[in-house]
């Protein structure tokens, strides 16, 4: 089945506590973009990957970083996390190409205390 | 420059009416505009899009009417069912690659039985 994988699903943690959500597409796709989701705020992206060991910074990448060193796999990384990074996160991936559908993951969400 | 602008922000409708579901934008740059479904804890999925050179785009009880002077689009769910109830976002592609994307911030449809 196509998909993209996040994990984990909900994570409970102190402030400063680095932690990583993984993400993993099975669809060979070049793209792959994580965001946040805030109500009232819609999707808001953080970075994005064109392909392996290209990156670039969305609209809101400050306190995050990302690396992609296969192409199935986008982790997103928090170095100390703090209480305004509690939110609901989602992976997304593409095909090459313009006008391609984005394949969401199911989120996670993470609060930090 | 960056936004696009979603109204309402929540919408209720009794079944087999219609919903409409509006959205605009500043900058001209833009280019394809999708729509994305998000059923509670479930990541978006693409509903339907379209790109600036169309006026209007339907599939199935779905259909995006685009107003590229006015730069507004917007979506009309016709013969609304229950199962539609989620929450309903615009996005604008805002790049020639093909990945950096912004969001509305969202319309949660509720369609009463």
């Known amino acids: 089945e196509a998909q993209v994988t996040q994990n984990p699903r909900y994570l409970i943690t102190v402030t400063g506590k680095k932690l990583t959500v993984t993400c993993s597409q099975n669809?060979?796709?070049?793209?792959m973009s994580w965001y946040r989701q805030d109500p009232g705020l819609g999707l808001r992206q953080i970075y994005y990957?064109?392909?392996?060991?290209?990156?670039d910074k969305g609209d809101v990448p400050e306190g995050y970083k990302v690396s992609r060193k296969e192409k199935r796999n986008f982790p997103l990384i928090l170095e100390s996390p703090s209480p305004n990074q509690t939110s609901l996160y989602f992976c997304?991936?593409?095909?090459?190409?313009?006008?391609?559908?984005?394949?969401f993951g199911d989120g996670t969400r993470l609060s930090i205390l | 420059q960056q936004q696009v602008k979603q109204s309402p922000q929540s919408l209720i409708v009794q079944k087999g009416g219609i919903s409409i579901i509006n959205c605009a934008y500043e900058?001209?740059?833009?280019?394809?505009f999708p729509w994305y479904q998000q059923f509670p804890g479930k990541g978006p999925a693409l509903l339907i899009a379209?790109?600036?050179?169309?006026s209007e785009k339907k599939e199935g009880r779905f259909t995006i009417s685009f107003n590229k002077s006015a730069k507004q689009f917007s979506l009309h769910i016709m013969d609304s069912q229950p199962g539609d109830s989620a929450t309903y976002f615009c996005?604008?592609?805002?790049?020639?690659?093909?990945?950096?994307?912004?969001f509305g911030p969202g319309t949660r449809l509720s369609v009463l039985p």
């Open positions: 990957s064109m392909n392996v060991e290209v990156t």
């Open positions: 900058n001209t740059a833009f280019d394809y």
């Open positions: 996005a604008a592609l805002r790049d020639n690659y093909g990945q950096n994307f912004v």
């Open positions: 379209i790109r600036p050179d169309v």
């Open positions: 997304a991936s593409s095909p090459r190409g313009r006008n391609q559908p984005q394949h």
């Open positions: 669809m060979n796709h070049e793209y």
